[in-house]
């Protein structure tokens, strides 16, 4: 995981103006980590909101800067992630906490920045091409539970033009819309999983959703293939 040797000040000075483009997203993630990880512990702290909207400012600045490019912008979207926080946690992990927690910083990043996070989608996500990073912005916004957020990500895995795209919408509505992932891993099944390959993918991702019928849905699907 990253840790800097920097202050916590440092940091979110380094990820609101710093002009290099790694030093801005390591201090950005160090700050992260800071701030949430001791909330994750065993009998932790309540998460610390406020510092935790600095972050959400500092990101708010990359997101209009105009000296980094769409690219960047979509990569400094990407939180870190459940193992992050366990290794910094280090032990008694609580996998439970360590989730919900995320999901709330998530959620909380994703509502401050949520005009901010469109706007990106809508410079990267162009009819007709493929930019890999596009769904950076939607797998944030996501996280909101908004039915018009999975009504886009639905419009995206439709009107992708290759199969990797599509099942970077696919991953974003299983991680979030259960229900709604329904009908798109029958369709993705349907076109894409003859090869062997991609039939693991498929598995994967039906595997993936997290819910009370994760287990029976997984020894449903291994009974049936």
Same mark, same amino acid.
């Given at each position: ?41 065993? /009998?932790?702290?309540?998460? #610390?909101?406020? *510092? ?5 400012? =500092? @990101? !708010? ?92 990500? /639905?419009?995206?895995?439709? #009107?992708?033009? *290759? ?5 970077? =919408? @696919? !991953? ?54």
């Amino acid at each position: 995981t990253v840790q800097t040797q920097a202050t916590l000040e440092e940091d979110l000075h380094r990820a609101r103006l710093d002009g290099d483009p790694f030093n801005r997203w390591e201090s950005l993630q160090s700050a992260i980590l800071n701030i949430v990880s001791p909330s994750m512990a065993l /009998d932790g702290p309540e998460l #610390d909101v406020d *510092n935790l909207e600095q972050v959400a400012v =500092a @990101l !708010s600045q990359t997101l209009d800067s105009q000296d980094m490019s769409p690219s960047f912008k979509a990569l400094s979207l990407r939180l870190p992630g459940y193992q992050d926080y366990a290794q910094r946690v280090g032990v008694n992990i609580d996998p439970d906490r360590i989730k919900r927690i995320k999901h709330e910083v998530d959620r909380l990043v994703a509502d401050k920045l949520r005009g901010q996070l469109v706007t990106l989608y809508s410079s990267l996500h162009l009819p007709g091409t493929y930019e890999p990073d596009a769904t950076q912005s939607l797998a944030m916004l996501a996280t909101l539970d908004d039915k018009q957020i999975f009504e886009m990500v /639905d419009a995206h895995y439709r #009107d992708a033009q *290759n199969m990797t795209d599509r099942q970077a =919408a @696919l !991953s974003i509505m299983c991680a979030n819309a259960p229900a709604q992932a329904e009908a798109l891993l029958d369709h993705f099944k349907e076109n894409y999983a003859e090869p062997m390959t991609v039939f693991d993918k498929w598995l994967s991702l039906s595997a993936s959703i997290d819910d009370d019928r994760t287990l029976d849905r997984v020894q449903s699907l291994m009974a049936d293939e």
